[in-house]
């Protein structure tokens, strides 16, 4: 057990509705990244907060946006949801978020789009 | 464009056996690369290599960078059952690009 929690576990939608993932960091970890783990692309970074301020973004569609609050914790809001969303979203955390540090990775949430 | 590339993408062997993964990149600003197992769901930590020629060791599992090379790669010996699974290779960068970047991972089957 890494530390991280994510909730929920698994998620059924339709097509053009709108869901959020959440996340919970190690405690004392500040920074919080999001990936996306499709069968075709992989693992691909998504976005990164750091103490509540977007410090990185990675391959994240409009569509897609996040936030962290003042608690750390961190919100993965995905709209307008196509097929081609389904995947499983992981959340990582890190201390402070620079590239020596070890993420630490969340159980994930699998999302499936109908 | 930023590129890892993982070697093989599966491989199958007896309980036993000992088995080399290997990991190539091609990044810019290249500050470290990780090593992470991945079965059911959560990709579990490894091993952070930064510097060239010294190896990572945990157990039967050790680790190695060439940066000269760009290629690391992670051994196991003695493998066991529970060694099955998704082996991911991971890049960090500094620059800014404070996501990692994967390879595509290789899928380890231990046969008894």
């Known amino acids: 057990d890494s530390g991280v929690t994510q909730t929920p576990k698994h998620l059924i939608t339709a097509t053009g509705q709108r869901v959020t993932l959440r996340c919970s960091p190690r405690s004392g970890d500040l920074s919080v990244y999001w990936y996306q783990q499709s069968l075709d692309q992989g693992l691909q970074f998504l976005i990164q907060?750091?103490?509540?301020?977007?410090?990185a973004k990675g391959n994240i569609l409009e569509r897609f946006s996040a936030q962290q609050f003042p608690d750390l914790h961190s919100e993965l809001n995905l709209s307008s949801l196509e097929l081609g969303d389904s995947a499983l979203y992981f959340c990582?955390?890190?201390?402070?978020?620079?590239?020596?540090?070890?993420?630490?990775f969340g159980p994930g949430t699998r999302l499936l789009v109908l | 464009e930023d590129k890892v590339v993982q070697s093989p993408l599966s491989l199958v062997v007896h309980e036993g056996d000992t088995v080399t993964l290997n990991c190539s990149y091609e990044?810019?600003?290249?500050?470290?690369l990780l090593w992470y197992k991945q079965e059911k769901k959560a990709p579990t930590f490894l091993f952070m290599l930064?510097?060239?020629?010294i190896e990572k060791k945990s157990g039967r599992l050790s680790s190695i960078l060439d940066k000269k090379e760009l290629f690391s790669i992670l051994n196991i010996t003695a493998t066991q059952t529970g060694d099955s699974a998704v082996y991911l290779c991971a890049v960090s960068q500094g620059g800014g690009a404070d996501g990692l970047t994967f390879g595509k991972g290789t899928h380890l089957i231990i046969q008894p």
């Open positions: 907060y750091y103490n509540g301020e977007e410090r």
């Open positions: 930064t510097s060239s020629g």
């Open positions: 990044v810019t600003n290249f500050r470290s």
């Open positions: 990582a955390s890190s201390v402070a978020g620079g590239p020596l540090e070890t993420q630490y």
